[in-house]
């Protein structure tokens, strides 16, 4: 018997499967402190990369975002990547996730996932959104900062996984060819 006002979860037989969404163009290593520790706490997660087809300033493309993050989570057990567009919250519903996971840095991150996480419960009420600070040694790092960087030609391998830096390479070296 638990103790008054303790409620006990009885349902041993449900798995939580979380949803982590983003852009992730490209991925770094905040982005990778926040899968690792969600995978600690959720029994199933999936990194859903974003395919927006109207924003065409994207680096990688959603194929390549898919296969760094794969590589980057190799033999992390209970994590799967996969691609969407539309509604976070009709993607959760159709792959039957009931947690979305939000990275923050700061308190304008907040303000703004907040609103969405509302908007979210309200398109879909089975899906509770969670929030998990990003380690503070990550703190500063964003996508758009490490692109600026990268394409300016500065090393940004303390701020991305090695898959990262090797396409990022790839793809500056190609864009910075000489056209003959």
């Not at 037989?13 to 690792?36: E, K, W």
């Not at 500063?140 to 394409?151: C, D, F, P, Q, W």
């Amino acid at each position: 018997m638990a103790p008054s006002g303790v409620h006990m979860r009885l349902n041993y037989q449900t798995m939580i499967h979380a949803v982590y969404p983003g852009s992730f163009d490209p991925l770094h290593n905040g982005h990778v402190d926040i899968i690792r520790r969600a995978a600690r706490i959720y029994d199933r997660l999936t990194v859903a990369v974003l395919h927006n087809a109207s924003k065409q300033s994207g680096l990688f493309s959603t194929e390549e975002r898919v296969a760094i993050i794969r590589e980057v989570i190799e033999g992390l057990d209970g994590v799967e990547v996969d691609s969407f567009d539309g509604l976070l919250a009709d993607y959760t519903r159709r792959v039957g996730a009931t947690v979305i996971v939000k990275g923050l840095r700061a308190i304008s991150d907040f303000e703004y996932e907040l609103q969405m996480a509302h908007l979210n419960r309200q398109l879909n009420p089975n899906a509770e959104t969670t929030f998990i600070m990003t380690a503070t040694r990550w703190s500063y790092v964003s996508s758009t900062r490490v692109k600026e960087i990268a394409h300016y030609g500065a090393d940004v391998a303390k701020l991305v996984p090695r898959a990262t830096l090797r396409r990022l390479n790839e793809k500056l070296s190609v864009s910075k060819a000489p056209v003959e």
